[in-house]
């Protein structure tokens, strides 16, 4: 018996089911033999009798834009394939992201309060041969889904919103006024009518497949961790942690955080797809067996809880661009996070605001055709910069580069955003990158190290070098057109509906784009 097999059979719920059937999943992606679906399809007659505005399949993450368009007084219908509910893991998020369910009136001062279930600093960046570096109020606090989740629904059906739990999407047919969505429930069919059909499904989402036409992904990110008691020390955490040198052809970062019932700490990489790939059994066994180097325990101290794994693609294709009218892919469907993210619950935060007026205004103007939707999950360099980063992390199945190369490059230039201040770094640690941060670390790490910045250039090759430089310059003129667009905004008003719609999602695309959003 392995030592994931041992530990994985003392933990509730059987994880070692789940952590296999992830595996297959991983390998069919590997392999490039995930099957394309075909349930979105097009009818050119008219809907008769249309009984939502918005119809979101997907409800861990739809109920947060779905609790905000109902409370918005639009007729919304949630697709669940099980109970809507949250899990006992907690989700890491900083403190003034949370203000964004003030905002939208989606909870109360108090709610917001309950549903945060931890709270701690500092937080660690750690990498051999320099200082740690500590921050203050960066994913530093931990929130409760289970609550968060059922007040969420409790404010969701208050508002008038039409939950459908045990239902999952089948089959989607887009009309010249509307979509029908076919779901089974309980074993029955039920036909769903909507002007606009939210994709909250997730990566996997069979939208997202048929969309995607099999397309393979350009990198990967494995994760793989437990909760559990035991640990000595529990009142800080690790938001980026290496301690070894690249094995298995890649590199192994560490994350902790303390949690209501114990310490959660994971085991990630950046990878890509290639079939030779390891699998995330192998990785849970590589994860215990560094687990006690990391935390200075020995296993035998420890409880364990939880296990948690998953992987993560990511497509420079990204956000995606819906094909159909009346269809858009939101949160991880829509693949808005960066290469550097797990995604999931702080990237649907981010954009959340965002989301929400914007849906509501496309609504309004019924500029619901996909060339209008597209502009809801636009270009964004900010984003798009960062797959260098992600790839300057990485290395390929079959190349050969020094093996603290990347631990080197990390630590120079982490000490250099120390020295730059918490207006460089802390946005940085929150997946936002701006043109002016990022340009003062550039030039003070290629001043400093310029031996590093020279042998990272063969690792991560020219074309996504030159790749790189044009999203950095389209960085750039993003941070101009936000400024200039903000000044336009009051002459903005006297145009038709239709007209500022367009300007509203060009002025979102140039804020967010340029990481302007960060406050």
């Known amino acids: 018996m392995s030592l994931t097999e041992e530990i994985l059979s003392q933990i509730p719920g059987n994880p070692l089911n789940g952590l296999r059937k992830a595996d297959n999943m991983w390998n069919s992606l590997k392999n490039n033999q995930v099957p394309i ?31 905000a368009l109902a409370c918005r007084g639009w007729r919304v219908a949630l697709i669940e394939r099980g109970i809507l509910k949250g899990r006992e893991q907690e989700w890491n998020i900083s403190r003034q992201e949370l203000e964004v369910f003030l905002e939208l009136n989606l909870l109360s001062i108090d709610e917001l309060k309950q549903a945060i279930s931890t709270e701690y600093n500092p937080a660690r960046l750690s990498f ?7 921050v203050k109020d960066v994913l530093n606090i931990g929130i409760d889904p289970v609550y968060l989740l059922e007040t969420l629904k409790k404010h969701f059906l208050e508002a008038g919103g039409k939950l459908f739990e045990n239902t999952s999407y089948e089959a989607a047919t887009v009309h010249p006024n509307g979509v029908q969505i076919t779901a089974k429930q309980d074993e029955s069919q039920v036909n769903i009518n909507t002007r606009l059909l939210l994709d909250a499904m ?74 030779e790939r390891f699998s995330l059994e192998f990785f849970f066994e590589e994860y215990l067996r560094l687990l006690p180097e990391y935390q200075q325990v020995e296993l035998s101290q420890l409880s364990f809880k939880r296990a948690l794994f998953g992987f993560f693609p990511c497509y420079k294709n990204s956000p995606l661009k819906t094909p ?43 500029c619901l055709d996909k060339n209008s939707l597209t502009l809801l999950q636009p270009y964004q360099p ?63 790490t290629g001043l400093s190290h310029p ?31 936000f400024s200039l667009g903000k000044n336009l905004e009051p002459s903005v008003k006297n145009l038709p509906p239709i007209q500022q719609y367009y300007y509203h999602r060009w002025l979102e695309a140039w804020k967010y784009g340029s990481g302007q959003d960060y406050h």
């Open 451 to 481: 031996d590093i910045v020279f042998k990272i250039i063969p690792q991560v090759g020219l074309t996504p070098l030159f790749e790189w430089t044009v999203h950095y310059f389209n960085l750039a003129a993003y941070t101009a057109l």
């Open 128 to 134: 051999p041969g320099i200082p740690d570096i500590w």
């Open 382 to 444: 900010s984003l798009s910069v960062t797959w260098l980063f992600q790839r300057s992390m990485s290395v390929g199945v079959h190349q050969t580069i020094n093996p603290d190369t990347i631990n080197h490059l990390l630590a120079a230039v982490f000490q250099e955003m120390e020295q730059l201040g918490d207006g460089v770094l802390k946005p940085f640690l929150q997946d936002v990158v701006q043109f002016l941060p990022l340009a003062q670390t550039l030039f003070k």
């Open 37 to 67: 679906p075909q349930t979105v399809e097009r009818n050119f007659e008219h809907l008769g009798t249309i009984d939502y505005d918005v119809a979101i399949c997907g409800g861990t993450l739809g109920i947060l834009i779905g609790a």
């Open 324 to 366: 159909w009218d009346r269809i858009l892919p939101i949160g991880d469907s829509s693949a808005s996070q960066s290469p550097l993210s797990f995604g999931g619950f702080g990237s649907m935060v981010r954009h959340l605001h965002r989301l929400t007026v914007g849906i509501e205004e496309a609504l309004k103007t019924e």
């Open 202 to 275: 997730g990566h996997f989402s069979p939208i997202v497949r048929q969309a995607r036409q099999g397309e393979k992904p350009d990198a990967v990110c494995l994760v793989v961790g437990t909760c559990a008691t035991g640990y000595p020390k529990n009142d800080t955490g690790d938001i980026f942690a290496s301690f070894t040198a690249l094995e298995n052809q890649c590199q192994y970062f560490w994350e902790a955080f303390p949690a209501k019932d114990g310490r959660t700490t994971y085991l990630f990489t950046y990878i890509d797809a290639h079939p």
